[in-house]
C-alpha cells in the first residue's frame, strides 16, 4: 500500500481494523499452532502420566501464545496510523516507515525529551507521528485519546474560524498534546492508588 504523492494521508479504516483483528487472532492461532503440534510430536500418553503432558500442552500453547501476542502487538501503532487522515507540509511519510519507529524505545525515549525542534518541516511531521503512534502502545488508557483531542480541536478551530495551515498546526498539537506520557512507566500512568515519592518524581 503506498501513500499519495501529495501531502496527505486519507483515513484507511477499513486496513485499521484488519490489523487489529490480526494483532488479537494471532495468538489464538499461535496458540492453537503450538497445542497440535505438541500433540503430534508427543502423542498423549495413558494413566497418570496423561496429567503431566496436559500440564506441558496447556503450559506450551500459553507461552507460544504470550510471546506472539508481545509481537503482534508491535502492529498496534500501524492500526492506529492507518485510521489518521492527515496533512502534511510536504509528501505524506509511509505509514509502515513510521509504525517500526515506534518500536524502537530508546530512540522514542531521547526523542520525547529532545528539547530542540527540527528544521526540516517534513521529518518535524514525521516525528510527531512516530510519538504520537508510540503512544498508543504504551499507555492502554491514552488509546484514542489522542485522536479525539485532535478531532474537537479541527471541530473548534473551524467553528473559530481557522483555516488552512494553522487549522493543521492546531490538529497536530492535539494529537501530540500527551507526548510527555513517554518517559512515564505505564505502571505508573494507570496505578488506581496515590502515588509514592518515587513515582511522582517520574
Known amino acids: 500500500m503506498t501513500e499519495g504523492a501529495e501531502g496527505r494521508w486519507a483515513a ?7 490489523t487489529r483483528v490480526l494483532v488479537w487472532a494471532t495468538p489464538v492461532l499461535a496458540g492453537w499452532g503450538a497445542s497440535v503440534l505438541y500433540g503430534r ?8 502420566a496423561r496429567v503431566w503432558w496436559l500440564s506441558g500442552l ?7 501464545a504470550h510471546l506472539s501476542l508481545r509481537l503482534a502487538r508491535r502492529l498496534l501503532p500501524l492500526a ?7 496533512a502534511f507540509p510536504d509528501l505524506a511519510p509511509n505509514r509502515f516507515h513510521v509504525a517500526l519507529r515506534t518500536n524502537r524505545t530508546a530512540d522514542l525515549r531521547s526523542m520525547a525529551l529532545d528539547g530542540t525542534a527540527p528544521t526540516d518541516r517534513r521529518v518535524a511531521a514525521e516525528r510527531i ?3 504520537a503512534a508510540a503512544l498508543q502502545g504504551h499507555d492502554g488508557c491514552t ?3 489522542s485522536e479525539r483531542v485532535r478531532a474537537y480541536t479541527r ?8 483555516r488552512g495551515e494553522e487549522l493543521d498546526k492546531l490538529a497536530w498539537a492535539g494529537l ?6 513517554l518517559v512515564v512507566e505505564p505502571e505508573v500512568l494507570t496505578k488506581p492508588s496515590r502515588l509514592d515519592v518515587h513515582e511522582q518524581r517520574q
Open 12 to 18: 484507511r479504516r477499513g486496513w485499521a481494523l484488519l
Open 41 to 48: 510430536l508427543l502423542p498423549p500418553p495413558t494413566g497418570t
Open 58 to 64: 496447556v503450559v506450551s500453547a500459553a507461552l507460544v
Open 80 to 86: 492506529w496510523l492507518l485510521k489518521v487522515d492527515a
Open 129 to 131: 507521528l512516530v510519538l
Open 143 to 145: 488509546r484514542g485519546h
Open 155 to 162: 471541530v473548534i478551530a473551524q467553528a473559530m474560524g481557522v
Open 176 to 181: 501530540l498534546h500527551d507526548v510527555g506520557k
